[in-house]
């Protein structure tokens, strides 16, 4: 297993559009995670999934956003009606077990642009 | 309310020397405290993750240090690479269930030959 995967690693996309990435953890770990970062700040809490099932979401996470786990394997994180604030780095992390206690692992990131 | 402060914000250093970066806390009731290195551009990856019994943790040329009492960590680099230029972040975990991590800002350090 090579680690958390993301794609697509770059989006460059116009104003109103949506867009979506996708995210495959490693293959044993039950919990995955959303995060997005912009230049210069740490990660920020989006939504995290244990298994199939959505356990918590951020308010960060407005209406236009929405993630799924449908098999509980790979997540996709949708964003609707795109607007310029969106245009940061998406980050995927998965973990066996709780975060607060374990190992974290994230991917390489998906980066939009909105223009 | 929970916050993870970093300093410096940046750092700039030559090749071959040590460096030292500060994370303070006010996160509770503490569970852990992780530093990740993260590459421009890229994910951040883990480089120690301390409970509270523990004061240091070595990871290669990277040694953690954690004062429970006082809630402040520190990275120590030693004999630095140009590969080490990079962001690092201090991120705290609280003991409750759910997502409970909070990430400072990082410092970002730059290496020159």
């Known amino acids: 297993d090579t680690g958390v995967s993301q794609n697509p690693r770059h989006k460059i996309t116009k104003r109103g559009q949506n867009v979506t990435f996708r995210c495959d953890p490693i293959s044993e770990h039950n919990r995955l995670y959303w995060y997005r970062q912009t230049l210069g700040q740490g990660p920020e809490f989006l939504t995290y999934?244990?298994?199939?099932?959505?356990?918590?979401k951020s308010r960060l996470l407005s209406d236009r956003f929405s993630a799924e786990r449908p098999k509980g394997s790979f997540s996709t994180l949708e964003i609707q009606r795109t607007e310029q604030g969106d245009s940061a780095m998406y980050l995927c992390a998965s973990s066996l077990g709780a975060a607060s206690t374990g190992e974290l692992f994230f991917g390489e990131g998906s980066r939009l642009t909105v223009l | 309310k929970n916050q993870v402060e970093q300093s410096p914000q940046s750092l700039i250093i030559l090749e071959g020397k040590n460096c030292t970066l500060q994370c303070n806390y006010t996160v509770s009731p503490f569970s852990n405290l992780r530093w990740y290195k993260q590459d421009t551009g890229r994910g951040p990856v883990s480089l120690t993750i301390?409970?509270?019994?523990?004061n240091t943790k070595s990871n290669g040329r990277y040694t953690a240090t954690l004062d429970a009492d006082t809630k402040q960590s520190s990275l120590h680099i030693t004999a630095s690479q140009l590969s080490d230029s990079a962001s690092y972040i201090c991120?705290?975990?609280?003991?409750?269930?759910?997502?409970?991590?909070?990430f400072g800002k990082g410092t970002t350090l730059s290496v020159s030959s």
């Open positions: 301390m409970t509270f019994s523990e």
């Open positions: 999934f244990q298994n199939e099932a959505q356990l918590e």
């Open positions: 991120v705290v975990s609280a003991e409750q269930a759910g997502t409970a991590l909070i």
